[in-house]
């Protein structure tokens, strides 16, 4: 990087933050895809399973682990009016493996102040990237 924390080679991404980047779509696409999808205790399988095939089916993507807390699902419901409820962020268990050009990231679903964040949990790079 020059004096101005800019970068010398043009500012192209390493295959690190490329790697990350695509993390971050996948999530994006997931979350926003599913958020407000009607679930209850007997969808609430299948509804996990078909998340994680639809955004495996995205480039760079090798593993996408999708769960939906079956306690927490079940405090929702109870506090509703229904028998079932819509799924958001505090109800999921997300883990998304992205593989670009040998670097892999894995991504979770953390909640921070009751608000869904995408956390980078690790990233395994090559020793140029």
Same mark, same amino acid.
């Given at each position: 990087? #020059?004096?101005?924390?800019?970068?010398? #080679?043009?500012?192209? %991404?390493?295959?690190?933050? &490329?790697? =990350?980047?695509?993390?971050?779509?996948?999530?994006?696409?997931?979350?926003? &895809?599913?958020?407000? !999808? *009607?679930?209850? %205790?007997?969808?609430?399988?299948?509804?996990?399973?078909?998340? $994680? @095939?639809?955004?495996?089916? &995205? *480039?760079?993507?090798?593993?996408?682990?999708?769960?939906? #807390?079956?306690?927490?699902?079940?405090?929702?419901?109870?506090?509703?009016? $229904?028998?079932?409820?819509?799924? !958001?962020?505090?109800?999921?268990?997300?883990?998304?493996?992205?593989?670009?050009?040998? =670097?892999?990231?894995? $991504?979770?679903?953390?909640? @921070?102040?009751?608000? %869904?964040?995408?956390?980078?949990?690790?990233?395994?790079? %090559?020793? #140029?990237?």
């Amino acid at each position: 990087m #020059d004096d101005s924390g800019h970068r010398s #080679d043009g500012g192209a %991404p390493t295959r690190a933050e &490329q790697a =990350c980047f695509e993390a971050g779509i996948k999530f994006g696409s997931l979350y926003h &895809q599913f958020a407000g !999808t *009607p679930v209850s %205790p007997d969808s609430a399988e299948s509804l996990a399973a078909a998340m $994680a @095939e639809a955004i495996e089916n &995205q *480039p760079h993507c090798r593993e996408v682990v999708v769960s939906i #807390d079956a306690e927490a699902l079940s405090e929702e419901i109870e506090s509703g009016s $229904a028998d079932y409820t819509e799924l !958001t962020g505090r109800l999921l268990d997300v883990e998304i493996h992205v593989e670009y050009e040998g =670097c892999t990231v894995i $991504a979770e679903l953390v909640m @921070e102040e009751g608000y %869904p964040l995408m956390s980078i949990r690790e990233i395994d790079r %090559p020793a #140029d990237g």
